[in-house]
Each structure stands twice: as structure tokens, then as C-alpha cells.
């Protein structure tokens, strides 16, 4: 009989996949950072759906500040919405709690959210509460994108430049609780159409870069140099090397994103004129499919490490 | 220290809604069946924004047939679509597992998923899977109703004649896992404008009818014979009266409405030529707000049993 820890969150998806039922008016299903639908044959928007659990023993441990573990539940969700261009409106939460959870705890964790949301311009409109063994936060996200310009996945093409908002790795020492969703550039590189793929970081570059070269069809090489290591990841003293934690720590909810090599100036030069947040340039996609590699000066090596997998079980950070 | 076993559900969601930003194009937040949201000025449609979670030992025993685990997680959003007269349309299927879960027993519970929400037309487009202990769906829901439309649970005047969908109590025998979101009733009430505040009966008549006249501002007379008592609430054999079973067990998936009493004779010739399922007049809105009293025969006696408590634990059906 064979167990999800066996086979993966991936492969899992995959196969529960193919099971459930589309309808004509959806654009994106499964696959991507949210699903994509389309109201009506002239609605100026495209409506994009996500949701993300936020769970204690998982997603935070049991001591995390109650703000923080609200503020890290809608986070999540924006950071979705962020990585297809998405502008925030409404979201509900689904509340797991157990009966003796103090009341000002779960208001404590409830205030961390709506501060969020209320910055990015996102209304909470309800959800729902059960009582359960471990503390959980479900949030459900609608955003929306102009018509037709949802920033997809798959789109990346060999010769590619890619980029990554940020500095990545070691966000299990507190980053995971106090990130920025990227919603203000996100939007950004939607208006203004600068990429042909966008995702973000959530299980780690590794990982996700995976996920994009396998949708887009393509390979990659990755700039060692380039790939930008926080300090927290520097800081961490264990067997493995600041880089390889940037590389496959995950949480960091950064954007990764690829542009076409002739725009790749002039997207830098407007990158900076619009943002102080470091945008690198840390590879390029090319036509090996799914190959992916790392060049450190004039050797090239394949890429082994892998970021975060769900399914097998880790210790709680 | 406040718990949140002593303050119960719905306090809870009082303290928790006050702290939570809003839109200007919210139609109607936290307190109804779902979150109404209107999306441009001359659309057509008003959405509609549900979530609810099913969870082990507490929606579920864990010897549950996967199909059937799956098909009340989307049967409780559908029915609460159906609550506001709904139109479903999309959904999101958040999932926890343990990481020695069987992938077999995940591909049943997702193709008894999808099964429900084909044949109720709704696409089920993406979601998130993540490792927990206890084996968990939260199911999120968009659906529609035609702009201004949706029915709300507070649109009760005293006067107007109470329903109820099909037969209550007992739902712990085996119907919890087993019920017809009422949809097309829904839809049905909706579109002919009969119901002045609707509500799914999911806590229990005793509760969820309190629920309606606190949002309503009337009372309520219930007439005992009338009430339609299931042959599962007859066969229950404990120290509660079946009638208490109907009263009290919750997850019904009923529709509880009110109709004004000058439409009552007309609503009900209406409903016996649209539907073969029952629909019992069970009493009336009365002006005395919060007061609900059972009339049996000549006597009238104060409502005193209550539903469902989610946060105070019981024994698992």
C-alpha cells in the first residue's frame, strides 16, 4: 500500500489532479501559484483563487507570538496572489482551535491578520470555526488581474534571464513569521509586462525553480555567485553550506521570475527606478528540459539539493 | 483566562469579526451563511464566499468510507450556497494529512469530492496540501446569485410562516455523510423571490433558528406536531425524545425559511408542483425578540435544547 510520504507532495497532486471537474470558465487550474477564472465574456478582470494552510508544529511552532502566526497565515495567501500579479480583495479563514485555546490568543493571532490584510487592501468577509487537536488557520484568497495578463508558471522560454526578488535561505530563523508579500511588484511586473514566468519561493529555490523549468519545458543554469544568501542563512552553523540553505531552506516568498534576455536591461534599469528591494539576476533559462544546473566560475555542476518536501516529516522550526 | 470552551462558537465569531478589515464592496461579511461581494457596478451577479472544514472525529469517525468523507466536505459548502439561494460555481480543497496515510484512501475521498460537485456543476480548480496529524478538507466555495438576490438570514418579519426542507434528526445514524445539498430548492427560492430570510439547518433547528431570529430581531413559535421528525431521530435510543433529536443533533442540511404569511397558501401549491421533497410549515415569526416557544396543542412552553456546541467536546459520531 503505498503512503503519501512515499511518493510526495508533487507526484500527490498530480494524482489527485486528474480526478476533479473544470468547467469552460476556468483559465488555470491546478499548477500554478493560484487557479485563474473568467466571469464573463467582457469582464475587464480575471478572478484568481488560492488558499494556504497555516498549521502549529508545521508552520510555526507552538511559542510563536499569536500576531505573527496571523500576519504569516494571510501572508502566505498575498505572497500567491503576488506571484501571478494579483491585486487582493476578499478572504476568509477557516479556524482550527482546541477547546481550551484562551480566547485572546486566537484574537491576538486574528489582529495579526487583519493588520495585513487591511495594508494590502484585502477585506477578511468570514470563514469558519471547529474544534481540533492542533491549531490551524486555512485562508481563502480572491485577488484579480486585468484580463488575460495573470502571470503564469509556465511561460519561461530558453534564453530567458532569471531573477529573484530578495535574499533567500535561513528564513527558519524568524523571516518564515515576518516576510513581505510581494504584491506591489508583483503587480508591477503584471502591468507592465516584464515576465514570461513568475512564481514565488515557497518551498525553496531548488524546489521551485523545478516546478517552473518542468511547466515552462525548459532547463536552467544558476549563477552561484549570484544567488543571493541572506545573513540568516550565513549565520547558520550545521553540516550544510550558507548556499545550499539558500537553495533549498524554503519560506523565503520571494518572487522568481524570468525575462526575456533582450528586455533584460531595461527591465533592471526599471526594476531600479521603482524599488529599493534587491531584484538578482541569478541564471538563465535554457532548452536542456529540466536540467538544471549550477555554474560556479568555469565549472558546471547539476543541481542535487531539494528544497522543502511536506510530506516527510522534518523537525519544526 | 478566557477559553474558548467557555464562550462557545458564536461569541468567539463575535469577538473575532470585530477585529477584521472590510470593502467597500462587501454586500454582507461575517454572520450569514456566506459573504456576499458585489464586484462592478453594472455586473449581473453578487458572489458568494464559503468555506467549512471536515475533520477526523469531529465531521467524521475515522472508519468513514473515503467517498463519503469527501462528498460531505463539498456537500457542506454546496449547502450553504444553496442557504443564500447560490449558484456554485468554483472551489478550493485545502487538505492535511499524516504523512502514513494510505495515497488510495486520499483518491477516494477526493473522487467522492468530485462526484458531488459535478453533478452540481461546480469545478474544483486548485488548493494546498500540507501534513498534520489528524487527516482534515476545508473546502472553499464561490458561487453567484443574480445581483441583490442573495437571501439572507435576517430578512424575517413577525408574521411570516417558518419552513423547513425534508425530515430532521438523527443525522449521526449515517445521513451526516449522506445528504442532498438543496441547491436546486435554493435556487428555486431564490429566483422566485418566496423567502425572506433562509439559513441551512447545520447546528440543529434549536440553534440555527435562534440564530435566524437574533438576526431577524423577531421570536419564534414552533408547533411541535408539525415538526418533521426523521425515522432516524425515531429510532435513537437514548434518554433524549426523538423530537429533542430533531431539535438538537445538527448537520440536517435542511433549508430553514420564512415566507410572509400573505404568500404562505400560494408558496406551498408552488413548492408541491416544483419538488417531490417534503417541506413542512413548522410554526411562525412572532415579535417577541429572542423568545422561541414550542405550542403543543394548547400548551406553549420556552424552546430550552440546544444544538450543536463546536467547541465543547462530545462524543464523536
Redesign the interface.
Known amino acids: 500500500?503505498?503512503?503519501?510520504?512515499q511518493?510526495g507532495?508533487d507526484a500527490?497532486?498530480r494524482?489527485?489532479a486528474g480526478?476533479?471537474?473544470?468547467?469552460q470558465?476556468?483559465v488555470a487550474?491546478?499548477g500554478d501559484d493560484?487557479?485563474v477564472?473568467r466571469?464573463?465574456r467582457h469582464?475587464?478582470?480575471d478572478w484568481l483563487?488560492?488558499?494556504?494552510?497555516v498549521?502549529e508544529?508545521?508552520?510555526f511552532a507552538r511559542d510563536a507570538a499569536p500576531g505573527a502566526i496571523g500576519r504569516k497565515a494571510v501572508g502566505r495567501v498575498l505572497s500567491d496572489l503576488a506571484a501571478m500579479g494579483g491585486e487582493p480583495?476578499?478572504a476568509?479563514?477557516?479556524?482550527?482551535?482546541?477547546?481550551?485555546?484562551?480566547?485572546?490568543r486566537?484574537?491576538g493571532i486574528?489582529?495579526g491578520?487583519?493588520s495585513l490584510?487591511?495594508r494590502h487592501?484585502?477585506?477578511?468577509?468570514?470563514?469558519?470555526?471547529?474544534?481540533?487537536?492542533?491549531l490551524?488557520l486555512?485562508v481563502?484568497a480572491?485577488g484579480r488581474v486585468p484580463r488575460g495578463c495573470a502571470v503564469p508558471r509556465s511561460g519561461a522560454r530558453a534564453g530567458d534571464v532569471l531573477y529573484v526578488t530578495g535574499v533567500l535561505g535561513g528564513s527558519g530563523e524568524g523571516r518564515h513569521l515576518k516576510f513581505e508579500p510581494r504584491i506591489k511588484e508583483g503587480g508591477w511586473l503584471c502591468a507592465q509586462g516584464w515576465a514570461t514566468a513568475m512564481m514565488d519561493v515557497s518551498d525553496g529555490l531548488a524546489t521551485d525553480l523545478r516546478r517552473m523549468t518542468a511547466a515552462s519545458g525548459t532547463g536552467a543554469v544558476l549563477d552561484v555567485a549570484a544567488i543571493p544568501v541572506s545573513a540568516a542563512a550565513r549565520r547558520c552553523r550545521d553540516t550544510r553550506s550558507s548556499l545550499e540553505h539558500a537553495l533549498a531552506d524554503g519560506e523565503d516568498f520571494e518572487l522568481l521570475l524570468a525575462v526575456p534576455a533582450r528586455k533584460a536591461v531595461a527591465f533592471e534599469a526599471a526594476w531600479r527606478r521603482s524599488f529599493t528591494l534587491r531584484c538578482s539576476r541569478i541564471g538563465v533559462m535554457t532548452k536542456r528540459s529540466g536540467v538544471i544546473e549550477l555554474k560556479d566560475g568555469k565549472s558546471c555542476v547539476p543541481l542535487t539539493c531539494r528544497g522543502y518536501e511536506?510530506?516527510?516529516?522534518r523537525a519544526d522550526s
Not at 1 to 5: E, G, I, L
Open positions: 500500500m503505498t503512503r503519501v510520504q511518493i507532495e500527490l497532486i494524482r489527485l480526478l476533479l471537474p473544470s468547467r470558465d476556468v487550474g491546478i493560484c487557479a477564472v466571469t464573463g469582464d475587464a478582470f483563487l488560492k488558499s494556504d494552510p498549521i508544529g508545521v508552520h480583495l476578499w476568509l479563514i477557516n479556524l482550527v482551535a482546541p477547546p481550551d485555546t484562551p480566547v485572546k486566537l484574537e486574528y489582529r491578520a487583519a490584510a487591511k487592501g484585502m477585506a477578511i468577509v468570514g470563514g469558519d470555526t471547529s474544534r481540533g487537536k492542533t490551524e486555512h481563502f480572491v511536506h510530506f516527510v516529516t
